[in-house]
C-alpha cells in the first residue's frame, strides 16, 4: 500500500473491520472453536438499559441457542412520573418480562431501588455470589464513565465482582452516548443488522419510558454510526476489559 492510500478514513475502515465479530455457522466446522452453549449474563442499571446498550447482540446470542440472562440492577422505581415506587416496578417488571421474551433472555432482579443504588461491601459480595451462581463466559455492564449513578454503580459492581471470577470475558455497552456514556472508545463491534427489528421490538416493549423515542432520539443514530464506524448496516459497539488480549466476541 502506498503511503497516500493509507487515508484516516481508510485506516479507520479497516481496523474497524478487524474487530467485527462474525455469526459463525452450527454447520462451518472451520468456524473458530467455541463452546456448544454459552452463558451470557448482561447486567443494567434500569429495564430497557440492556436492551438499548447490547440488545442486538444478546438476540443473536439468544438465536444460536446461548442461554442469556438479563440481571436489572433496579425494577426501575422513581421512572415512572405520578406513581409510587411499587406500582412503577410492577409496571416495568412486567416490561422487562415482555422485552426478554422478544430477546430470548431470562430476567433477573438485583433488589437494588432506583435512585438509591449504593457500592458497597455487602452489595459486591451479593453481585459476587449471583454471578458465580449464573457462571457466565461472558459478562457485558454499562461503561463506568456515565452521568447517570445507578449506571456507574452496575458497572462497578460487576467489575469488582469480575475480578474475583476467572472465567467470563468482560464488555462495556453504550447508552446515549454523548449524554450519558461518555469517554467511550469501543475495540469491538456487533452486526446487529440481522436482529434490528428484534432490537427495536424489546426496546419498544419499554411503553412505560417511551421505548419509541429512546430510539428515534439516541440509539437509531448509534446503530447507524457504529455500523459506518464497522462497515455494517447497523452495529452494537463495546470495550472489551482484555484479560487475555483477544477482542473478539467467542460465540456470535
Known sequence: ????????????????????????????????????????????AHPDDPESGCGGTLARYAALGHAVTIVY????????????LDEAARIRTAECDAACRIIGAKPAFFGQIDGATEVTRAQVDAMQRLLATQTPDVLYTHWPVDTHMDHQVASMLTIR???????????FFEVDTGSQTEGFLPNTYVDVSPVLDQKKRALFAHVSQDGQGIWREHH?????????????????????????????????
Request: hydrophobic share 40%; with cysteine; proline share 4%.
Open 220 to 252: 437509531e443514530v448509534m446503530a447507524q454510526w457504529r455500523g459506518r464506524e464497522a462497515g455494517v448496516a447497523a452495529a452494537e459497539a463495546f470495550v472489551h476489559l482484555n484479560r487475555d488480549q483477544t477482542s473478539a466476541l467467542p460465540g456470535i
Open 161 to 171: 465482582a469480575w475480578m474475583n471470577l476467572k472465567t467470563p470475558l468482560l464488555y
Open 1 to 44: 500500500m502506498n503511503d497516500g492510500d493509507l487515508t484516516r478514513r481508510t485506516f479507520v475502515k479497516q481496523s474497524a473491520l478487524a474487530a467485527v465479530t462474525s455469526l459463525p455457522l452450527a454447520s462451518n466446522s472451520e468456524t473458530r472453536s467455541v463452546p456448544a452453549s454459552l452463558k451470557i449474563v448482561c447486567v443494567g
Open 73 to 84: 440492577l433496579t425494577r426501575g422505581e422513581r421512572g415512572i412520573e405520578g406513581k409510587s
